[in-house]
T-cell receptor, first 112, second 110 residues
Framework: EAGVAQSPRYKIIEKRQSVAFWCNPISGHATLYWYQQILGQGPKLLIQFQNNGVVDDSQLPKDRFSAERLKGVDSTLKIQPAKLEDSAVYLC??????????FGSGTRLTVV | SQQGEEDPQALSIQEGENATMNCSYKTSINNLQWYRQNSGRGLVHLILIRSNEREKHSGRLRVTLDTSKKSSSLLITASRAADTASYFCATDDSNYQLIWGAGTKLIIKP
C-alpha cells in the first residue's frame, strides 16, 4: 500500500510571497488532515476534511491560509501571504475507520 | 490546542538501557496513540491503546494507560541507536481528531 504523498519536501520563500503544498492520501481514506508542526512542538491541526467537506478548520488562520479537497482525494494547502512565523513542517495525514492514521513525510517551509 | 504533555522533554540513555516516557492528558479519550518522529521526517505510528485497555505490547514497546490518572507511559526496552527520535503521544477524541503533546526527545548513546 502506498503511503501519503506530499510535495514539495522543502520550500524556501520570502515573506509576503505565496506557497502551496500538495497531498495525496492513501487510496480509500475518507479523512484527510493538515497539521502545522513548529520546531520543538507537537503537530497542530489546521484543517480536517471528511471526503471533500470540512469537518474542522477552527485553528486555520483563514486570513492567509486556505485548503481544498475538491474531489475528495488530493488536497492542497495554500498560504498567501506568508509570514516569518509560518516557518514549520506541514504534515498531511489520512485515516479510515479501520486503518488508523498515516502521515506523509511533510513539507518543510522556511520563510525568510 | 495541546492536550498531551510528555515528560521528560528530553532523555539521554546508553544503548541497551530501557527508556520510559510519560504522557498526561486532560479530557476523556477514545484512545491514546504513540508516534515516533525522526529528525526531518514524518510521524510513524507506533502503538494505539484504547480507553478500556490498560497495557499493550508491540515488540520492544510496552504502553500502559491509566484513565483514572489520565496518563500513559511508553517503555522501550533494550534501546538501540536507531531508537533515537522524538516520541509524541496523541489522544483521539470523539471527532477522530488527534491532539498532541510537545514530545520527548530521546537520544541513545552508543
Amino acid at each position: 500500500e502506498a503511503g501519503v504523498a506530499q510535495s514539495p519536501r522543502y520550500k524556501i520563500i520570502e515573506k509576503r510571497q505565496s506557497v502551496a503544498f500538495w497531498c495525496n492520501p492513501i487510496s480509500g481514506h475518507a479523512t484527510l488532515y493538515w497539521y502545522q508542526q513548529i520546531l520543538g512542538q507537537g503537530p497542530k491541526l489546521l484543517i480536517q476534511f471528511q471526503n471533500n467537506g470540512v469537518v474542522d478548520d477552527s485553528q486555520l488562520p483563514k486570513d492567509r491560509f486556505s485548503a481544498e479537497r475538491l474531489k475528495g482525494v488530493d488536497s492542497t494547502l495554500k498560504i498567501q501571504p506568508a509570514k516569518l512565523e509560518d516557518s514549520a513542517v506541514y504534515l498531511c495525514a489520512s485515516s479510515s475507520w479501520t486503518a488508523g492514521y498515516t502521515f506523509g513525510s511533510g513539507t518543510r517551509l522556511t520563510v525568510v | 490546542s495541546q492536550q498531551g504533555e510528555e515528560d521528560p522533554q528530553a532523555l539521554s540513555i546508553q544503548e541497551g538501557e530501557n527508556a520510559t516516557m510519560n504522557c498526561s492528558y486532560k479530557t476523556s479519550i477514545n484512545n491514546l496513540q504513540w508516534y515516533r518522529q525522526n529528525s526531518g521526517r514524518g510521524l510513524v505510528h507506533l502503538i494505539l491503546i484504547r480507553s478500556n485497555e490498560r497495557e499493550k505490547h508491540s515488540g520492544r514497546l510496552r504502553v500502559t494507560l491509566d484513565t483514572s490518572k489520565k496518563s500513559s507511559s511508553l517503555l522501550i526496552t533494550a534501546s538501540r541507536a536507531a531508537d533515537t527520535a522524538s516520541y509524541f503521544c496523541a489522544t483521539d477524541d470523539s471527532n477522530y481528531q488527534l491532539i498532541w503533546g510537545a514530545g520527548t526527545k530521546l537520544i541513545i548513546k552508543p
